[in-house]
């Protein structure tokens, strides 16, 4: 009797093998091992993020993604986490929390223990380093929901428990290690013995768990401060605990009870209370040392139109005049644009501006000088000036410039430090899915970015999800190492905002097809997002944040 076999497609090799029904990657990894190269985290069957553990049945395609891939990293850090949970039961503390991200880790709290003890840590960092040791199989089990919710509720994980009740599957995906079970929505490895490297150390009144420099695996992220990141992160966890909306389930609770609309005002409430202190330590600033600019910097997506809008309202209540300056019009002329890595042009470079001319105007307007303006000429990537737009500064003025490089020092040289005051604006996701699953900050942007880009610009979500990657990579080495030089951090993000996001997201993503690159990000996205009860649009003001991207705002962008 012939065995059954299958086929399985390798594009990154440009061939197929046989395999029997069955086999997972990891097995047709090692089979191919000397020929794929590097060690994968995770695999994609037929363009689905999937576990190196899931069997395979039938003809398919199989690609590998290692830890230099994002989905890939993901993955190890998920699967470090997975094993710190289990450390920290083992050792007596089962609330173990992971809360976001922060200073290239993850920052997570024990409550049971604020602040960590450093002999608590160190009994933490040896148990996981002999889980890792072991190399103990990581498995997993479909089981009924029911079975997982009361599985939950004994464990006293009430808001896990809700998470998978409110999903409405028959059955559930439960990660196991050596008895120990959890909830984790994403691909984790196959075993224990896959980690390396990993850090564990004290920060704040929690931890921060450091996991490997994607760039050079044998050394970890550096630990990067961010004290004022991390003070607007807990300022906001405060609020969401006190309204008890941490994780998903609870704010989905609020919002099938009709609660929406008070946590939406309590939301747009902490934003308008925040702009307005800026706007008041701003006129301070005016009055005290004669502070003329103000520069709003922010990654992509972040609300920054938005928030130079509603400051410039809150500005005028304090008896200011608020002037914006476009530093899109401070561009060099197109054939002059630096070329990146790639050769193409740099758009997102800080030497994309002239900033010899841009500090010279800056510095002619706050001597109160009356400047002619220039206007950059999109069409033809040439900067014209514009006779008709003359502009002087008056003692009231106040010259708001919004941008990407807002925060980097080298933006306006000759203008000092005292004469400019710095907002950082960005959307710090403080919204858990469940007690040890996180949201990603960078994937609220691209969601925001998705539907605005579909609603303005006709750009779909494939397109923009294929854009991410080159414009987190601008993020990376032009904005966020200058995060804490701002004056002041404005989170734009909401407690309500993957719900608000979900019905125009949703429609966008389900467009990708599944032949496209872009498809396994749209997948994990849509998973996401169908975790929340949506929001419809008309219950959000029309001056809210949001609406930047999903439509409907008072502001004129």
């Known amino acids: 009797m012939n065995t059954p076999t299958m086929t399985i497609k390798l594009p990154a090799l440009s061939t197929e093998i046989e395999c029997t029904p069955g086999a997972t990657p990891?097995?047709?990894y090692k089979q191919m091992a000397k020929e794929l190269g590097t060690k994968p985290m995770l695999a994609l069957i037929n363009n689905h993020e999937s576990s190196l553990a899931t069997p395979i049945y039938r003809n398919s395609t199989v690609d590998f993604l290692d830890y230099r891939d994002n989905s890939g990293s993901r993955t190890y850090s998920r699967t470090l986490a997975l094993l710190l949970c289990k450390a920290a039961e083992e050792l007596g503390y089962p609330t173990l929390k992971m809360e976001h991200a922060i200073s290239m880790g993850y920052y997570g709290v024990i409550p049971d223990s604020r602040p960590l003890d450093e002999s608590l840590l160190q009994a933490l960092r040896e148990r996981v380093g002999e889980l890792i040791a072991k190399d103990l199989p990581i498995t997993l089990h479909r089981i009924p929901m029911q079975e997982a919710v009361e599985y939950f509720r004994q464990k006293e994980r009430e808001a896990t428990a809700l998470l998978i009740e409110n999903e409405g599957r028959c059955y559930v995906t439960i990660t196991e290690i050596d008895g120990y079970k959890d909830l984790v929505l994403g691909t984790v490895l196959p075993s224990t013995g896959m980690l390396g490297l990993f850090g564990l150390e004290r920060y704040m009144d929690g931890f921060l768990l450091r996991v490997p420099d994607a760039s050079d695996t044998s050394k970890l992220y550096p630990c990067i401060d961010q004290p004022k990141i991390f003070g607007v992160f807990q300022s906001h966890l405060q609020l969401i605990h006190l309204l008890g909306v941490e994780d998903v389930a609870p704010l989905n609770t609020k919002i099938r009870e009709g609660k929406a609309a008070r946590l939406?005002?309590?939301?747009?409430?902490m934003q308008e209370k925040t702009i307005n202190e800026i706007a008041e330590d701003i006129a301070r600033r005016h009055e005290e040392d004669g502070l003329r600019v103000v520069m709003i910097a922010g990654p992509s997506s972040s609300g920054k139109t938005t928030t130079a809008k509603r400051l410039m309202t809150q500005l005028v209540t304090n008896l200011?005049?608020?002037h914006a300056i476009s530093l899109d019009d401070f561009y060099v002329n197109r054939v002059d644009t630096p070329l990146g890595e790639n050769g193409l042009p740099d758009y997102e470079s800080?030497?994309?501006?002239?900033?010899a001319y841009l500090s010279d105007v800056v510095q002619r307007l706050?001597?109160?000088e009356t400047v002619q303006m220039p206007r950059y000429h999109?069409?033809?990537?040439?900067?014209?000036?514009?006779?008709?737009?003359?502009?002087t500064l008056g003692e009231k003025d106040i010259l708001i410039l919004e941008g990407i490089h807002g925060l980097n020092p080298d933006l306006l040289p000759g203008v000092s430090d005292k004469d400019v005051y710095k907002i950082y604006a960005s959307a710090l996701t403080t919204l858990s899915l469940?007690?040890?699953?996180?949201?990603?900050?960078?994937?609220?942007?691209?969601?925001?970015?998705?539907?605005?880009?579909?609603?303005?610009?006709?750009?779909?979500?494939?397109k923009t999800i294929l854009q991410w990657q080159h414009v987190r990579a601008g993020e990376e080495k032009w904005i966020f190492p200058y995060q804490e030089h701002a004056d002041r951090v404005f989170n734009t993000a909401m407690m309500y905002e993957f719900a608000a996001l979900r019905p125009q997201a949703e429609q966008a993503l389900m467009r990708v097809p599944e032949t496209s690159p872009a498809f396994r990000t749209a997948d994990r996205l849509l998973k996401m997002l169908r975790l929340f009860e949506p929001i419809e649009l008309t219950t959000m003001p029309q001056t809210s944040l949001l609406r930047e991207f999903l439509g409907g705002s008072l502001f004129k962008y």
Request: hydrophobic share 40%.
């Open 378 to 391: 999109f069409p033809t990537g040439e900067r014209v000036m514009d006779p008709t737009n003359r502009f």
């Open 320 to 322: 200011l005049v608020p």
């Open 350 to 355: 800080l030497y994309a501006l002239d900033l």
């Open 26 to 28: 990891l097995d047709i």
């Open 434 to 462: 469940d007690q040890h699953n996180w949201l990603s900050t960078s994937d609220n942007r691209m969601l925001r970015r998705m539907v605005r880009d579909l609603k303005y610009r006709g750009i779909s979500a494939e």
């Open 366 to 368: 706050t001597k109160g």
């Open 264 to 269: 939406i005002t309590i939301a747009e409430a």
